[in-house]
């Protein structure tokens, strides 16, 4: 079951803050966040495990809500280097590794 | 430095035939990954291998084929059984143990049916 995040779009200017949701219909046991820039690989930011424990990346943070079976991932005063497609990656089961990724929201910053 | 490494970058199909995409991982994972990616549907999983000589279909592997002969490697197989393979490719890797287990992806092949 693929999640879905929101918004699918949005476009900042640097300095601001932005919110990226993931949610799922199933129990979630863990939730990944990675970044895409355009034409290259995805590259791992943090992890999340059910507990609702709130993760931080330098001025990126995430948290995990297991009842609600959501994620939101915080990107606060945005830089231009945060400019990419975010995706999150929800557990296909608790045992296995393989991830279930949402569509991706794709965030612009800009001067 | 470790990495996964995909190859080639790009790769030209014609109708009818079988293509072999390359993924070779130096991390030491014991678990690797197959993704399809199309604009706007993001990373749909085809096939995932956890342990050497075993894996499993994920929800697309329907005309995809792999083997996992050695820990290193986790080639993907187009065959002339998809219909729309012309997508971008993602090779994928990870630990099996703890909870820490990021993925580590390949830069990727670009498959295009001419």
């Known amino acids: 079951q693929q999640p879905v995040q929101s918004p699918q779009a949005v476009i900042l200017r640097e300095g601001e803050d932005a919110v990226i949701n993931c949610s799922s219909s199933k129990a979630l046991y863990s939730v990944h966040w990675y970044r895409q820039k355009h034409g290259e690989a995805p590259v791992f930011l943090m992890i999340?495990?059910?507990?609702?424990e709130q993760k931080g990346h330098d001025k990126i943070s995430a948290s995990f809500n297991e009842k609600k079976q959501q994620s939101s991932l915080y990107l606060t005063a945005s830089q231009l280097s945060y400019s990419g497609t975010y995706f999150c990656?929800?557990?296909?089961?608790?045992?296995?590794?393989?991830?279930?990724f949402g569509k991706g929201t794709s965030l612009l910053v800009t001067p | 430095d470790g990495g996964i490494t995909q190859s080639p970058k790009y790769l030209f199909r014609k109708e009818g035939q079988n293509v072999t995409l390359s993924c070779e991982q130096n991390l030491n994972h014991d678990a690797m990954y197959w993704y399809r990616q199309d604009p706007g549907q993001g990373l749909r999983l085809i096939y995932y291998?956890?342990?050497?000589?075993?894996?499993q279909k994920g929800d697309i592997a329907e005309g995809y084929s792999v083997s996992r002969e050695k820990k290193e490697s986790f080639p993907l197989t187009v065959t002339s059984a998809q219909k729309n393979p012309t997508a971008f490719y993602l090779c994928?890797?990870?630990?099996?143990?703890?909870?820490?287990?990021?993925?580590?992806f390949g830069s990727g092949t670009r498959l295009t049916v001419v």
């Open positions: 994928a890797s990870s630990i099996v143990t703890g909870n820490n287990y990021g993925y580590t």
């Open positions: 999340l495990l059910k507990g609702g």
């Open positions: 990656g929800t557990g296909r089961s608790n045992s296995g590794y393989a991830l279930n």
């Open positions: 291998s956890q342990i050497v000589n075993d894996f």
